[in-house]
C-alpha cells in the first residue's frame, strides 16, 4: 500500500539554526509530494510542492525541499528557523492526476524552536 | 477571494447520534475533499466530490457519506457516531481549471463523541 513516512515525531531546534523535517514514501512511480504546515486550531497550509519540474522546489516563508528519486524522499529545509516555525509540519504524496488525487499524509512532525 | 469555510467549529455529540457538518469551497472551486484527523495522526481522506457527484472513498465505513450541492459547497454526515469518530474534520477545494492538487483546506470543525 501507499504510505508516507516522517521520521521523527518532534524535531526540536534553536532559533537561527538549520530546520531539517525527514518525508519518505513508498513507491518507485514518482508521485506528486506536498509539505504542509497547521498551526495550533488551524487547518493545513500548503507551504510548498513538487510536480515533476524541478526537483528543489521553493515555497514559502523560506522552506525548500528536495525530491530525490533514488531515495524516494522529499525532505523539507530551512537555513535559518524562526519561533514562528514552530508548528506541525505535514508530509503528503499523491497519485492521483489532476486534481482528483486523494492526499495521502505522514504522521506529522512537530517542530519546536527554542530561543 | 474567498476562502474554506467549516461550520461548526466545534461539536459535541453522544455515541449513537448522527452528525452533519458543512463546508463552503473557495470562490470558483468544484471539487470538495474531506478529512478526518485524529490527534497526533495525520489528516486520513474520507471522500471526495466533483461536481455533486462521489469521485473516490477512502477506507471509511458506509455510515460517512456526504452531499455537494449546486453552488459546490458540500457536507459530510456521519451516523451511528462512534467513540472513535472524535476528530478534526477538515474539507479542502480545489479546482480542475488550477495546476495539479492545489488544495484549499478549511480550519476544520472538531468533534467529540461521549
Known amino acids: 500500500a501507499q504510505s508516507v513516512t516522517q521520521l521523527g515525531s518532534h524535531v526540536s531546534v534553536s532559533e537561527g539554526a538549520l530546520v531539517l523535517l525527514r518525508c519518505n514514501y513508498s513507491?518507485?512511480?514518482?508521485?506528486?509530494l506536498f509539505w504542509y504546515v497547521q498551526y495550533p486550531n488551524q487547518g493545513l497550509q500548503l507551504l510548498l510542492k513538487?510536480?515533476?519540474?524541478a526537483t528543489l522546489v521553493k515555497g514559502i516563508n523560506g522552506f525548500e525541499a528536495e525530491f530525490k528519486k533514488s531515495e524516494t524522499s522529499f525532505h523539507l529545509t530551512k537555513p535559518s528557523a524562526h519561533m514562528s516555525d514552530a508548528a506541525e509540519y505535514f508530509c503528503?504524496?499523491?497519485w492521483g492526476s489532476g486534481n482528483t488525487g486523494k492526499l495521502i499524509f505522514g504522521q506529522g512532525t512537530t517542530l519546536q524552536v527554542k530561543p | 477571494e474567498t476562502g474554506v469555510t467549516q461550520s461548526p467549529t466545534h461539536l459535541i455529540k453522544t455515541r449513537g447520534q448522527q452528525v452533519t457538518l458543512r463546508c463552503s469551497s473557495q470562490s470558483g472551486h468544484n471539487t470538495v475533499s474531506w478529512y478526518q484527523q485524529a490527534l497526533g495522526q495525520g489528516p486520513q481522506f474520507i471522500f471526495q466530490y466533483y461536481r455533486e457527484e462521489e469521485n473516490g472513498r477512502g477506507n471509511f465505513p458506509p455510515r460517512f457519506s456526504g452531499l455537494q450541492f449546486p453552488n459546490y459547497s458540500s457536507e459530510l454526515n456521519v451516523n451511528a457516531l462512534e467513540l472513535d469518530d472524535s476528530a478534526l474534520y477538515l474539507c479542502a477545494s480545489s479546482s480542475e481549471n488550477k495546476p495539479i492538487m492545489d488544495q484549499y483546506f478549511g480550519p476544520g470543525t472538531r468533534l467529540l463523541v461521549l
Open positions: 513507491s518507485s512511480v514518482p508521485p506528486y
Open positions: 513538487y510536480t515533476s519540474a
Open positions: 503528503a504524496v499523491s
